[in-house]
Antibody, heavy 119, light 107 residues
Framework: QVQLQESGPGLVKPSETLSLTCTVS????????WSWIRQPAGKGLEWIGR???????NYNPSLKSRVTMSVDTSKNQFSLKLTSVTAADTAVYYC?????????????WGQGTTVTVSS | EIVLTQSPATLSLSPGERATLSCRAS??????LAWYQQKPGQAPRLLIY???NRATGIPARFSGSGSGTDFTLTISSLEPEDFAVYYC?????????FGGGTKVEIK
């Protein structure tokens, strides 16, 4: 059974870069799209972007100038970098598998990791 | 960007009652719509994909319907574990977007 686990710092200073990694276990990272999604406390879900195992990416235009996603198939991991963070980037960050075979539904999710932007 | 509007924002019902949740899109999605359930402190869980197909392990009391711009999630008879927030999500156009959610609470 495929499982996802996010990891990274829980506290980031304003103007710095948020870096998170998602480790895929119980299956291969290959041949799927992988996404990052975030959720501020008490609010809804925002899609950040997706990456294929080839490295091709699509980003949400609202964050595109600050987002970089990468994949390391040898480690079964993919990563998120978000630059120039502000308090508005404080949220729970989820990694998820975007299954195009299910018409673009997120069928597997990590448990989420809370990132707080504060000095 | 496609905007998904969910209604009502909150639905107050008793166990055993039927829940009907709506998701309306600002433009046609064909069938590229999914529904998720989220409980406090947990990640969302996929319930429905392709507008009407139940995901693996999802009970038959959950059903999805609709196409184009109007979609519905129905819970035929609420169980205690069904009280949660429900989100719709579209993949028809970039960027992927989610609705604002409907909270199903115990009356």
């Amino acid at each position: 059974q495929v499982q996802l686990q996010e990891s990274g710092p829980g506290l980031v200073k304003p103007s710095e870069t948020l870096s998170l990694t998602c480790t895929v276990s119980g299956g291969s990272i290959s041949s799927y799209y992988w996404s990052w999604i975030r959720q501020p406390a008490g609010k809804g879900l925002e899609w950040i972007g997706r990456i294929y195992t080839s490295g091709s990416t699509n980003y949400n235009p609202s964050l595109k100038s600050r987002v970089t996603m990468s994949v390391d198939t040898s480690k079964n991991q993919f990563s998120l970098k978000l630059t120039s963070v502000t308090a508005a980037d404080t949220a729970v960050y989820y990694c998820a598998r975007l299954n195009e075979g299910l018409l673009g539904a997120f069928d597997i999710w990590g448990q989420g990791t809370t990132v707080t932007v504060s000095s | 960007e496609i905007v998904l509007t969910q209604s009502p924002a909150t639905l107050s019902l008793s166990p055993g009652e039927r829940a009907t949740l709506s998701c309306r899109a600002s433009q046609s999605l064909m069938n590229y719509l999914a529904w998720y359930q989220q409980k406090p402190g947990q990640a969302p869980r996929l319930l429905i994909y392709d507008a009407s197909n139940r995901a693996t392990g999802i009970p038959a009391r959950f059903s999805g319907s609709g196409s184009g711009t109007d979609f519905t999630l129905t819970i035929s008879s609420l169980e205690p574990e069904d009280f949660a927030v429900y989100y719709c999500q579209q993949r028809s156009n970039w960027p992927l977007t989610f609705g604002g959610g409907t909270k199903v609470e115990i009356k």
